[in-house]
Nanobody, 125 residues
């Protein structure tokens, strides 16, 4: 599986951006897909995840503001980000083969997770 993100950029607080991630390779091996971000000075952390059935989960700080969706026909994963805040500034990574057991609100990346190259999002106040 190969992943290529796009859509990052600079925006003022309160604005919106939509990130896209085009996946290629074996679609059957992608598993759960999601978005992670690395905020300056912090480790990479999960933002949101979507399973094969379209169920989603989010980290608390983005609930109500961010939406993960996918278009299987276009092999594309999306992250719609609204009401952006300076604290959302960071590099955003698309991920496949995310470990997810959403009935138990469990989802995380492990050594088998596949990553895109990342796209930078900058939110100014």
């Amino acid at each position: 599986v190969q992943l290529v993100e796009s859509g990052g950029g600079s925006v003022q607080a309160g604005g919106s951006l939509r990130l896209s991630c085009v996946a290629s390779g074996d679609s059957g091996s992608r598993g759960c897909m999601g978005w992670f971000r690395r905020v300056p000075g912090q480790a990479r952390a999960g933002v949101g995840v979507i399973d094969r059935d379209g169920n989603t989960r989010y980290t608390d700080s983005v609930k109500g503001r961010f939406t993960v969706s996918k278009d299987n026909g276009k092999n594309t994963l999306y992250l719609q980000m609204n009401s952006l805040q300076p604290g959302d500034t960071g590099t955003y990574y698309c991920a496949a083969k995310v470990v997810c057991r959403l009935a138990g609100d469990v989802w995380y990346a492990d050594a088998l997770t596949t990553w895109g190259q990342g796209t930078l999002v900058t939110v100014s106040s």
